[in-house]
């Protein structure tokens, strides 16, 4: 029976996508009623934010530390930090987050050490219906 634990998260992830975390991908933002949604921010991509006429951000909905080091870098200050509520994370999304947690995803909350963090897994082929 094949988990994948959290502490493995990111080794997966690279071997299935190619990449080890997908916000290396370029910048797609979508501008909707004056809400930004930044899907894969980086320092170069971060640029776009000025040409938008971005000069500040007063709450980032994001726990993505390299989104947040690259506004920042930009010169776009960022006001409050929110993260993801826990009761909007699935169960079965705690490999990702507590991965990413660790890995230094801004959180209000506790990090785990690496000890805790390979007791947490994902769910076995055979939790799965196919």
Known sequence: MLRIGASEYFKR?????????????????DVC?????LRNVN?????ILHWLGITKIDRLLSMSNMKHDAIVEQGIPIHERVPIPDGLIPEDSHVEIDAKIHAGYF????????AELSEVQGRAWDDVDH
């Open 13 to 29: 992830t690279e071997n299935i996508a190619g990449v080890k975390d997908m916000r290396f991908q370029a910048l797609m933002p």
């Open 107 to 114: 959180t209000t909350g506790r990090v785990m050490n690496t």
């Open 43 to 47: 320092k170069e991509t971060s640029q």
């Open 33 to 37: 009623v004056g809400i930004v949604t």
